[in-house]
């Protein structure tokens, strides 16, 4: 089996070594590389994942559909996949990266801190979900819309990098040019 091993950064972003993942997530974690995703189905609609209980932190959050870290040497698309397969039985189609410099800082109840650089990536779904208990209680294919309403009226039932994750995006759609009809 291969150690879970994170890539730790220096404060401008640069790997500057690795660590395993258990040791580096307390209440001085050290910036380091992650990755969310966010997965689409064929009708539009985004897999929302709710964190087992017995996860260290956030345990029973609603959050996007998967997170991770590429391990030292890994391709970031490898490591989506990677993820995907094990945390949710999925098989992704199209990956595409939306949001390559998200950073965030959190600290959970129990104290212990999330500092990462964590790009942001859409993907389709190929397969069914099936997710892993350890990893994700429940899950729910949801309409965009209702997402951000609903994080908006109870930001407090998400995971907060899934909350700035979706304002940083509804930022991003809304800057984007209007396409041409016709």
Same mark, same amino acid.
């Given at each position: 089996?291969?150690?879970?091993?994170?890539?730790?950064?220096? #404060? #401008?972003? @640069?790997?500057?070594?690795?660590?395993?993942? $258990?040791?580096?997530?307390?209440?001085?974690?050290?910036?380091?590389? #992650?990755?969310?995703?966010?997965?689409?189905?064929?009708? /539009?609609?985004?897999?929302?994942?709710?964190?087992?209980?017995?996860?260290?932190?956030?345990? /029973?959050?609603?959050?996007?559909?998967?997170?991770?870290?590429?391990?030292? /040497?890994?391709?970031?698309?490898? +490591?989506?996949?990677?993820?995907?397969?094990? $945390?949710?039985?999925? &098989?992704?189609?199209?990956?595409?990266?939306?949001?390559?410099?998200? @950073?965030? @800082?959190?600290?959970?109840?129990? /104290?212990?801190? &999330?500092? $990462?650089?964590?790009?942001?990536?859409? +993907?389709? +779904? @190929?397969?069914?979900?099936?997710?892993?208990?350890?990893?994700?209680?429940?899950? #729910?294919?949801?309409?965009?819309?209702?997402?951000?309403?609903?994080?908006?009226?109870?930001?407090?039932?998400?995971?907060?990098?899934?909350?700035?994750?979706?304002? $940083?995006?509804?930022?991003?759609?809304?800057?984007?040019?209007?396409?041409?009809?016709?």
């Amino acid at each position: 089996m291969t150690q879970d091993l994170v890539v730790l950064l220096d #404060a #401008a972003g @640069r790997p500057s070594g690795h660590a395993p993942r $258990e040791a580096v997530h307390d209440t001085a974690t050290p910036l380091h590389l #992650a990755f969310s995703c966010y997965v689409l189905d064929d009708e /539009g609609r985004v897999l929302m994942t709710r964190r087992a209980l017995t996860k260290r932190t956030w345990p /029973g959050v609603w959050t996007n559909s998967f997170c991770g870290h590429p391990r030292p /040497g890994e391709k970031a698309q490898d +490591a989506v996949r990677r993820r995907a397969r094990d $945390e949710l039985g999925l &098989e992704l189609a199209e990956l595409t990266l939306l949001l390559p410099h998200f @950073r965030y @800082r959190a600290v959970d109840a129990s /104290g212990i801190v &999330e500092n $990462e650089v964590c790009p942001v990536w859409f +993907a389709t +779904a @190929r397969s069914a979900v099936r997710p892993e208990p350890a990893e994700v209680m429940d899950h #729910a294919w949801v309409d965009v819309t209702d997402l951000g309403r609903s994080m908006a009226s109870t930001p407090w039932a998400f995971s907060p990098w899934s909350v700035l994750q979706v304002t $940083e995006l509804a930022e991003l759609i809304a800057a984007a040019p209007a396409r041409r009809v016709g």
